[in-house]
């Protein structure tokens, strides 16, 4: 017997609640993405606003 005790070995199952990684990377991915494009399309309209708030602050 181990010093330490009886050693336990369990057997990899698996498991239905651990999720699955890779639709988590495939849905991060696509956020990204959307963002990305969204932020392509709008973003000259948001600095002009931005831009036009600033502005009138400083006036």
Do not use: Y
Not at 20 to 31: A, H, Q
Not at 45 to 50: D, G, K, R
């Amino acid at each position: 017997m181990p010093v330490g005790g009886p050693v336990r070995r369990t057997k990899h199952v698996d498991n239905p609640e651990r999720g699955d990684v890779p639709g988590w990377v495939m849905i991060t991915l696509m956020s990204a993405v959307l963002v990305a494009a969204l932020l392509a399309l709008a973003g000259p309209a948001l600095e002009a606003m931005f831009n036009q708030a600033m502005d009138k602050v400083g006036s």
